[in-house]
């Protein structure tokens, strides 16, 4: 079974920056519209935002990472990359990535297994 392996977590103060990579190895990279999810502690794993298959457009769900968070991809190394800045305390969270044929089925779960995700914690 498919599984994507995130990295580039760490521990930042708030208005530091952060780059995540998800590498998805063994699949047809560019037929999935790739995304990033994220989940709090005590919380559910929730959708924040996702790249379409070439990369030309992106689709955010949640207003509040828009100005600071950037999705990329780069489709010859099977790579999602995820540029974050002016983080947040409220940003801390597991980060994972995964991938669907279409934008409804990856927002709903994705097509992969998840992976261990990249901790990302913000101080204050």
């Known amino acids: 079974q498919v599984q994507p392996v995130e990295s580039g977590g760490g521990l930042v103060q708030a208005g530091g920056s952060l780059r995540l990579s998800c590498v998805v190895p063994?699949?047809?990279?560019?037929?999935?519209?790739m995304g990033w999810f994220r989940q709090a502690p005590g919380t559910k794993r929730e959708f924040v935002v996702a790249?379409?298959?070439?990369?030309?457009?992106?689709?955010y769900e949640e207003e509040a990472v828009k100005d600071r968070f950037t999705i990329s991809r780069d489709n010859t190394k099977n790579t999602l990359y995820l540029q974050m800045n002016s983080l947040k305390p409220e940003d801390t969270a597991t980060y994972f990535c995964?991938?669907?044929?279409?934008?409804?089925?990856?927002?709903?779960?994705?097509?992969?297994?998840w992976g261990q995700g990249t901790q990302v914690t913000v101080s204050s």
């Open positions: 995964n991938g669907d044929r279409t934008l409804t089925g990856l927002k709903q779960s994705g097509t992969f297994a």
């Open positions: 790249i379409s298959m070439g990369g030309g457009q992106t689709y």
């Open positions: 063994g699949v047809p990279f560019s037929s999935y519209a």
